[in-house]
């Protein structure tokens, strides 16, 4: 090559080559070396898409099993615009399936987002027709639809979800163990785009757990049905109601009207009805809080049931107010003042306790401090200190005024006299189990406090049943047993006047029943009814006609009934074996010999419950406890043997064990 211009250009085209493959060779490495992780990521996300496997929900059940809330299969249905080849065909097809207007489902396939939601939780046959489209950009994704079977029923205890979760009730109390771990998924995409079949679970989801309610749904079936019967006929603004068992604190039913189907939850006029008024609205109670100033006033030792109160013929004038009774009383005794709701009765023996004893057992009695039931948004209520009162406080207070409390505190209150003097704190939720049913946590009733002493509790109790038998309660009475109770009649306060309005407000009726062995505490209220001007009239027919139903599904049977003679005869054949729970303490075997419990100071329903077992032929004399058993408390019973019992009233068993006033569950128990 002796042309030195060629040879120049040569070197210059191979330099120039030699460059070249020096840059791709870089840049080929640069890629498939140092940026290999990254590039593969964008691949893997172009012919495949992670997506969230959602848990299934727990169930909610009641105290049976029954459900009251499930999770059912479903999918949700989302776009990606990007790549729907033509919105217009995809819009159609997609309005007859969904059957929604195609000129909104047309605005989601061009909007200029990257994904879309077209539709939450869809039925699993509506999803298949999506599927079946074969249409690029669609995709589906497994989204379980939460279903309540009873519609109504509980609705305000039980809540509801949304997309986030549960939004009310137990649903939302109750999220983290309902809601359970999502799980992911790859899902494998075709040359369009479209996703394959086939998933890759990358993680599994984990089920939520489920949570059982002391609700029974028996109960809350007929409390629902006599509250919306009562709500309607009085036009009343709201209604609520609320049953417990006195001996747990076991919540057996709530009801609250207005009310609303949590399965379209939305369909509501304003979302005032959702809230739960049982725990979150507080109102001034009324005569129904009269209880307390009894229960202080005879815990204390300031009166007695039979000691006469001079009522001045139905008005009293305190720090220059007037305050009026609704008929004009004389003497009275305080067994009638309670009797008869008298203001100016009450009045006179809230001044002789005194304020800061008064305070005291309206505090131990749970007014002025939430409940711990658990549910959201729980109202303390209102109770001021004494030294924020001023000289009609006390007055005003003692008949239910200047105080404000929820339905769950009154309810609570009132079981604490029926159970014997006990606080016991309102349970709702029984347990919390996983999917395969077992228990994995347990919740035990909760004694909070002694409030007053057992026979203080028999005292009121007594006075209490005189209000069903001959006072303002007579329309709570249920034949056949005795009910103790209270009625309210509460003026509302005018916010234009400053004063108590005439027209009427918060009418109520809280009462237990059977009075010598209560089995359920019953609430009921109704809000500015237009048809009832008073408590006794509104409310205590709701307590009778859903209490006679709840002791006849208890299997209660009523005072009148003679005692039936327990006869053992011969056995009809191998009987089946009774089911044993996981936590029950062995049984004792075959050959163990029976021995009589100690039957003292039972009511005869329990003695004969506890009698049934040995099936012995039992003899009774008498009416209220067993003050003497024959044969006597751990004696080995042969097996003829016949049981004798005898019966006395409650006020004559067992007084010489108790405490007296002040010693020592004076002011209050604790």
């Not at 237990?512 to 109704?526: C, G, I, Q, S, Y």
Request: with cysteine; hydrophobic share 45%.
């Amino acid at each position: 090559m002796s042309d030195p211009g060629l040879r120049t250009r040569v070197l210059v085209l191979a330099a120039a080559l030699a460059v070249a493959f020096g840059s791709v060779t870089a840049r080929l490495a640069w890629l498939q070396i140092v940026r290999h992780a990254d590039l593969a990521a964008m691949a893997e996300r172009q012919y495949t898409r992670t997506v969230a496997l959602h848990a299934p929900r727990g169930p909610i059940v009641d105290r049976h099993g029954a459900v009251l809330a499930a999770s059912t299969p479903a999918y949700s249905l989302f776009v990606q615009p990007r790549h729907v080849g033509d919105p217009v065909r995809v819009a159609t097809r997609l309005a007859s399936i969904l059957r929604a207007p195609e000129s909104e489902l047309h605005a989601a396939l061009v909007s200029g987002r990257s994904f879309t939601w077209l539709r939450r939780r869809l039925p699993p046959a509506v999803a298949e027709q999506v599927k079946a489209l074969r249409e690029p950009g669609l995709g589906l994704v497994p989204e379980p639809l939460r279903l309540y079977p009873n519609r109504e029923l509980a609705a305000h205890v039980v809540g509801f979800e949304g997309v986030d979760g549960g939004l009310e009730g137990v649903e939302r109390a109750w999220e983290e163990a309902l809601a359970g771990v999502p799980g992911k998924a790859i899902v494998d995409r075709d040359a369009l785009g479209r996703d394959v079949a086939t998933q890759h679970v990358l993680q599994a989801p984990v089920a939520g757990h489920g949570v059982m309610l002391t609700l029974d749904t028996n109960i809350q079936y007929v409390v629902e049905r006599e509250l919306d019967a009562a709500w309607r006929r009085t036009g009343a603004k709201g209604a609520m109601a609320l049953v417990l068992d006195p001996r747990t604190g076991d919540v057996l039913a709530t009801a609250v009207r207005p009310t609303f189907n949590p399965n379209t939850f939305l369909d509501v006029p304003h979302r005032e009805v959702w809230r739960n008024r049982i725990v979150t609205d507080p109102f001034e109670p009324g005569s129904t809080f009269k209880m307390v100033l009894a229960a202080a006033a005879l815990q204390e030792g300031v009166v007695r049931p039979e000691d006469a109160v001079f009522a001045e013929y139905g008005r009293i004038r305190i720090a220059r107010t007037t305050i009026r009774d609704w008929k004009k009383y004389g003497w009275l005794t305080f067994a009638e003042v309670l009797q008869n709701s008298s203001n100016v009765g009450t009045i006179k023996v809230a001044l002789a306790l005194g304020g800061p004893r008064y305070h005291r057992y309206v505090t131990a009695f749970g007014f002025g401090a939430p409940t711990g039931l658990g549910l959201p948004g729980e109202s303390r209520g209102l109770v001021r200190d004494p030294e924020r009162w001023s000289a009609l406080s006390l007055p005003t207070m003692s008949i239910g005024q200047e105080v404000s409390v929820t339905a769950v505190q009154l309810a609570a209150a009132f079981g604490a006299v029926a159970n014997g003097g006990t606080l016991m704190r309102p349970r709702l939720v029984r347990a919390v189990f996983d999917a395969e049913g077992r228990e994995i946590r347990r919740f035990e009733p909760v004694a909070v406090r002694q409030v007053i002493a057992p026979h203080t509790a028999r005292t009121l109790t007594r006075m209490l049943t005189s209000v069903v038998e001959s006072g303002t309660g007579h329309k709570a009475a249920i034949p056949g047993y005795e009910v103790a109770g209270k009625t309210g009649t509460a003026q509302k306060l005018d916010h234009a006047t400053g004063r108590y309005s005439h027209a009427p407000g918060v009418l109520s009726f809280v009462g237990f029943a059977p009075a010598d062995d209560p089995r359920f505490v019953m609430l009921a209220l109704l809000d500015e009814p237009k048809t009832e001007r008073w408590g006794s009239e509104a409310a205590a027919p709701i307590f009778a006609a859903v209490g006679r139903e709840i002791l006849r599904y208890l299997d209660v049977p009523p005072r009148d009934a003679p005692p039936v003679q327990i006869v053992s005869g011969p056995a009809a054949g191998p009987a089946a074996p009774p089911v044993r729970l996981v936590s029950a303490a062995p049984a004792a075997g075959d050959d163990d010999p029976a021995v009589m419990p100690d039957l003292r100071g039972r009511p005869l329903r329990r003695a004969l419950e506890a009698l049934a077992p040995l099936r012995l032929a039992v003899e009774v004399a008498g009416r209220g406890v067993v003050v003497q058993q024959a044969p006597a408390a751990g004696s080995v019973l042969a097996p003829d043997a016949r049981v004798r019992l005898t019966l006395a009233a409650p006020s004559r068993a067992g007084r010489a064990r108790e405490p007296g006033r002040g010693e020592p569950c004076g002011s209050p128990c604790r």
